[in-house]
Structure formats: structure tokens, C-alpha cells
């Protein structure tokens, strides 16, 4: 499975973005999609995550009530919207796909697919 993660861009604090991950060579079916982030000189950090079959949904402590995370079957796409975004909000953002449990979508390691990022920075 391939991943294609896009929508990021510039945009003042306050503002939004939506980012869309697509799949390509298969499908969603069966997995965990999360979302990850990197800023310059941090490690990777966990955003948000959804199971594909029930829709349960997980957030980062630093984004819950801002963004959201949602699934489009007939699309095969998964979409971050970001609300009442902060400078720190600032990072490359990477979508992955892996077959993690519930205590685990938060894991880097849960996760076998992942794209090639898109960066969102977010102005003061």
C-alpha cells in the first residue's frame, strides 16, 4: 500500500488546513490510518487516528477540540482537519497505516505504511 498525504501549506495562527491521505496499490480496509507530526529538531509525535472498520477515533493530547479525524470509504481517504491552528502546530505531517491495537495507535511502531509527509506551517 502506498500513501499519499497532501493539503498542507501556509497559514496564519487562528486559521485551518485540511490534509487528505490517499491509498494507492490497496485499500484502508483492516487497518489503523494515523497521523503523525515532526517539527525541526523533535521527534516524531503522535496527531490522530482512526480504525478503519468502526471509525474509532484517538487524538494527541495537543489537539483534542482542534482537529479532527475522519474516513472516506468510497474514496479510500483519510482527512486531519485542523482548526484554530498554533505556531507549534508547526511540523512536517506524515499519514501511516498498520494493524495497531487500541493501546497501541499511539505507536510509531504500530504503524508499516507510511507517506511521504506535507508541511504545514503555521505563522504568528
Known amino acids: 500500500v502506498q500513501l499519499q498525504a497532501s493539503g498542507g501549506g501556509l497559514v496564519q495562527a487562528g486559521g485551518s488546513l485540511r490534509l487528505s491521505c490517499a491509498a494507492s496499490g490497496g485499500t484502508f480496509s483492516g487497518y489503523g490510518v494515523g497521523w503523525f507530526r515532526q517539527a525541526p529538531g523533535k521527534e516524531r509525535e503522535f496527531v490522530a487516528a482512526?480504525?478503519?472498520?468502526?471509525?474509532?477515533?484517538y487524538y494527541g493530547d495537543s489537539v483534542k477540540g482542534r482537529f479532527t479525524i475522519s474516513k472516506d470509504n468510497a474514496r479510500n481517504t483519510v482527512t486531519l482537519q485542523m482548526n484554530s491552528l498554533k505556531p507549534e502546530d508547526t511540523a512536517v505531517y506524515y499519514c501511516a497505516a498498520g494493524r495497531p491495537i487500541a493501546s497501541t495507535v499511539r505507536d510509531i511502531v504500530s504503524y508499516y505504511y507510511w507517506g511521504q509527509g506535507t508541511l504545514v506551517t503555521v505563522s504568528s
Open positions: 482512526i480504525r478503519w472498520s468502526g471509525g474509532n477515533t
